[in-house]
């Protein structure tokens, strides 16, 4: 569906007027127009793709930034640079977490990136922390020491050799982001910090809110089941694939 959105094949006409104020669900229009004659299903359509632009965006440099300071502060655990990233990690999360999400999206204005930033900013924490467990553990290895041993350098000892063994904590800990940066986007959007130019479900569900007053619910659901549907699939996912790479599961 967001793909479509992205070549061009539908949901092109989410802003325009093509109905009358709360028209009614018809072979036209699926789940009806809303407060201004705008087509809600073409609406929450629209919406897949922001959802999947934030998610992937938000999903890999998280995980990425995370992945650096966690295989950092594992490898050179008991050091400076692991007390330093353990202190900046402790900052952040003692700080409730949509607050600063918040506060840093506000701080940053009318940027279009203002919340990807904010995201990125705080969701690198959980990747590292468990990076930096696994790579306690790794750098005790056999090949590590066989490393060592034939002269390559720190960098390509964490690089090269240890970061591919986490790719299995990496994976799964992308999808469960993916999934929670989603979330964040729709709570941060229905309360109006969140997407500015553009539509999201987060915006959709505000929308109903005086909508729902008059009795008219097509915003509401057309936007919870989009976005249940796809937040459900990727839960399954991310579990499907944390079973999958564990290797201490049982087959």
Request: zero cysteines.
């Amino acid at each position: 569906m967001a793909l479509g959105v992205w070549l061009g094949f539908w949901a092109g006409d989410w802003a325009d007027v093509t109905g009358p104020k709360w028209g009614p669900m018809s072979a036209q229009h699926w789940f009806g127009t809303n407060l201004i004659g705008q087509d809600i299903f073409a609406r929450a359509l629209y919406s897949t793709r922001t959802a999947f632009e934030l998610g992937l965006v938000v999903a890999v440099l998280s995980t990425v930034v995370g992945a650096v300071f966690g295989a950092f502060a594992g490898f050179f655990s008991g050091g400076w640079i692991d007390e330093l990233v353990l202190w900046v990690m402790g900052v952040i999360d003692s700080i409730p977490f949509y607050l600063l999400v918040a506060a840093i999206a506000f701080s940053l204005g009318d940027s279009p990136y203002a919340m990807y930033i904010a995201m990125i900013a705080t969701f690198w924490v959980g990747t590292s922390r468990l990076v930096r467990g696994e790579v306690i553990k790794l750098k005790e290895f056999e090949f590590v020491e066989a490393a060592h041993a034939i002269g390559l350098s720190e960098l390509a000892i964490i690089f090269r050799h240890i970061l591919p063994n986490t790719f299995h904590i990496l994976l799964v800990q992308a999808t469960i982001t993916f999934v929670a940066a989603i979330k964040s986007e729709v709570i941060l959007s229905f309360l109006g910090i969140g997407i500015q130019d553009g539509m999201s479900w987060g915006l959709m569900i505000a929308e109903s809110t005086i909508e729902v007053l008059a009795g008219f619910f097509n915003n509401f659901i057309a936007a919870s089941l989009l976005m249940f549907g796809l937040v459900m699939a990727f839960n399954m996912f991310s579990d499907a694939l944390q079973d999958a790479l564990d290797p201490r599961s049982v087959r």
